[in-house]
């Protein structure tokens, strides 16, 4: 079975903490990917890579950077965590050349007070 | 620039009864479609998807979805509903940059 873990399903943090999310997936795939969900916004993309060391800013990257020092871990790190960045956030990964299909991990839901 | 419309946040729809989820897109050229479900605190699942040929897909857990592309709709569908069919509904589009768009949800709750 395919399978992308998230370290963390429930984090609690306060303003100003540094925070890590780590993701791993292990099918051996070149791109994975941070959203982060909420309700009524749906998914959004903050980040991906499409191979190590390499990374791509999405939609909404402001106050996230990440990391991709390995092909199978990819992380978002929260430098400076804020109360906004309160929500569920979802690592995806899938391999080059397919179609497309994300496959995703549980989910880390974060709150920071 | 791509653009994918969930129109209704919430749809109720008795056990047993049919059940649709619309999804409406826009997308320069060909269109990649996708429908993933979100059961409580769960990371997104796949269901199926519309890459080419025939305008009906089948799916997970019986699902199925009809592309139409005049209407340039994908809705979601499953001849009869189950309540553990209750949970949130994603579309989705490839866009350009060969990532996926989603759009906002829809909370679909089969009422036993």
């Known amino acids: 079975d395919v399978k992308v873990t998230q370290s963390s399903r429930y984090l609690v943090k306060r303003t100003g903490e540094k925070v890590f999310l780590e993701c791993v997936q292990d099918m051996d795939h070149e791109n994975m990917f941070w959203y982060r969900q909420d309700p009524g916004l749906g998914l959004r993309l903050i980040y991906f890579?499409?191979?190590?060391?390499?990374?791509e800013k999405g939609d909404i990257p402001e106050g996230y950077s990440v990391s991709r020092e390995k092909k199978e871990r990819f992380s978002l790190i929260l430098e400076s965590a804020s109360t906004n960045q309160t929500s569920m956030y979802l690592c995806?990964?899938?391999?080059?050349?397919?179609?497309?299909?994300?496959?995703f991990g549980e989910g880390s839901r974060l709150t920071v007070l | 620039a791509q653009s994918v419309a969930q129109p209704e946040d919430q749809v109720n729809v008795a056990e047993g009864n049919p059940l649709t989820v619309k999804c409406t897109y826009s997308v320069s050229g060909n269109p990649y479609l996708f429908w993933y479900v979100q059961y409580p605190n769960r990371g997104l699942q796949f269901l199926l998807k519309y890459i080419t040929g025939d305008n009906l897909v089948k799916g997970s857990y019986g699902f199925e979805a009809e592309f139409n592309k005049s209407q340039t709709s994908f809705h979601l569908k499953k001849p009869s509903a189950l309540v553990s069919d209750s949970a949130l509904y994603f579309c989705a589009v490839r866009d350009g940059a060969n990532n996926l768009f989603f759009g906002t949800g829809t909370r679909l709750t089969v009422i036993p």
């Open positions: 890579s499409y191979d190590v060391k390499m990374k």
């Open positions: 995806a990964s899938r391999r080059t050349g397919g179609t497309g299909e994300l496959f």
